[in-house]
């Protein structure tokens, strides 16, 4: 009797708990004013993005983009933390219970702007893949999350990142502590523009699994030894090697990978010798990158590339060095966060969210941070036009379509506070 009872008051309490949460959902942050507060933050939001898009930085270190950012944190009463020379910033809004993440990278491209646009970039970088708005849409949600940090019965730990185009930004920001102190336990991210072109603007994606490839670049450095063109025999033609290693290394994805598992491996660069005829070189330099959806089949690529390389080289009497640059694993979408941030999407825009089974063959470093915490990464259809003509991520033309971005900021606020 005495278990019986216990049980019962269990579960009573558990059922007072139930209905003080849905109270909370429905009494503190509706979904519909979420919704329009935020739509009304619109002409603020792409303030920040004119701004940011006029102060391109790559890679790790962005002093002025940084700096920019910071004070737009501190003039909304934001806590937030710099990263040791401008390498990224950390924000912390709410004032207990657990901890959502939500990223945005910053860093630009090294292409030079050729857009018509009034707030074009003119110092030789260019916003040409929309980081710049995935830094005003998180300023977004910190002066609405400021706004309403006294209702808040969770925290959400705001991730401003760099390096993410050389994809190196997340895996430092981890190192920094960002997953720490406090430890999220759940992490979003978006990206703007045209990566699923079959949805229309204002439309949001979501992959069902693998949002996107891995990525590794790599370099490969032939020694031989250099002659006279008319004397073959006398020399060890690095040349003629780099042409059998690139021919072996594409047999590792027709005849070592799995065929329902997506991978590529390409060559992208070769350079041997000068403009000379008839000499040959000591030395033959390659670069490529391999790509996959699968950490088993990434791993044995990288190390079947190696040894392919360096034992090529060996029968043709030469050496080979293979060296790995920038990388990054496969962004996959946890099942139940996910789940849960599509059904918070839907409440929003309920025709306008869908799921989408093939990964973008692309990749993302935010896979670091995924691979430390379940999370969810969202797609925004934004990708702008120039005289009727759409243009993609790295082009010199590209831009976004600035008047659907404030959905991007409502999505992930709705997601943050539902989950």
Not at 41 to 55: D, E, R, S, Y
Not at 69 to 86: D, Y
Not at 264 to 278: D, F, R
């Given at each position: ?205 979501i992959a069902e699994s693998v949002g996107f490839y891995s990525s590794d670049s790599f370099e490969i450095t032939v ?64 670069m490529g990158g391999i790509r996959t959806t699968n950490a088993v089949t990434r791993q044995m690529l990288l190390k ?42 839907q409440k929003l825009f309920p025709q306008e969210v869908h799921w989408i089974k093939e990964p973008n063959n692309c ?57």
């Amino acid at each position: 009797m005495k278990a019986l009872k216990f049980m019962q008051k269990l579960r009573m309490e558990e059922k007072i708990q139930t209905k003080e949460r849905m109270k909370l959902v429905k009494n503190i942050l509706s979904d519909k004013n979420n919704l329009t507060e935020i739509k009304k933050m619109q002409p603020q939001l792409v303030t920040w993005f004119h701004a940011l898009h006029q102060i391109p930085e790559i890679e790790l270190s962005l002093p002025k983009t940084v700096a920019y950012v910071s004070a737009q944190l501190t003039a909304m009463g934001v806590k937030h933390q710099i990263l040791p020379n401008s390498t990224g910033i950390i924000a912390l809004i709410g004032k207990q219970g657990p901890v959502i993440a939500v990223r945005g990278d910053m860093d630009a491209l090294d292409i030079c702007e050729n857009t018509q646009l009034s707030f074009a970039s003119k110092n030789g970088h260019m916003h040409a893949c929309g980081h710049d708005s995935h830094a005003a849409i998180l300023l977004t949600i910190a002066k609405y999350l400021q706004a309403h940090e006294n209702e808040l019965k969770g925290r959400v730990k705001l991730l401003f990142q760099t390096a993410e185009e050389v994809l190196r930004g997340a895996k430092y920001m981890i190192e920094q502590g960002a997953l720490e102190n406090p430890k999220p336990i759940a992490i979003l991210a978006l990206h703007s523009g045209g990566f699923q072109q079959t949805y229309p603007t204002g439309h949001l994606t979501i992959a069902e699994s693998v949002g996107f490839y891995s990525s590794d670049s790599f370099e490969i450095t032939v020694k031989g030894k250099g002659g006279h063109a008319a004397s073959p025999q006398a020399a060890v033609d690095p040349i003629v090697i780099a042409a059998d290693i690139i021919e072996n290394l594409q047999q590792l994805i027709s005849r070592e990978v799995h065929p329902g598992i997506p991978a590529v491996l390409s060559v992208t660069h070769i350079h041997a010798g000068n403009e000379t005829y008839n000499v040959i070189p000591d030395e033959a330099f390659l670069m490529g990158g391999i790509r996959t959806t699968n950490a088993v089949t990434r791993q044995m690529l990288l190390k079947r590339a190696k040894e392919i390389c360096e034992k090529t080289a060996a029968v043709m009497r030469a050496e080979a060095t293979f060296k790995l640059t920038d990388g990054a694993p496969p962004l996959v979408n946890d099942k139940v966060v996910s789940e849960q941030v599509y059904a918070s999407i839907q409440k929003l825009f309920p025709q306008e969210v869908h799921w989408i089974k093939e990964p973008n063959n692309c990749s993302e470093d935010a896979a670091y941070f995924f691979e430390k915490v379940p999370g969810c990464y969202i797609s925004l259809c934004s990708l702008g036009q120039e005289n009727k003509v759409f243009y993609p991520h790295h082009n010199a033309k590209f831009r976004l379509e600035e008047d659907v971005l404030w959905k991007g900021a409502a999505a992930l606020v709705q997601a943050a506070l539902d989950l």
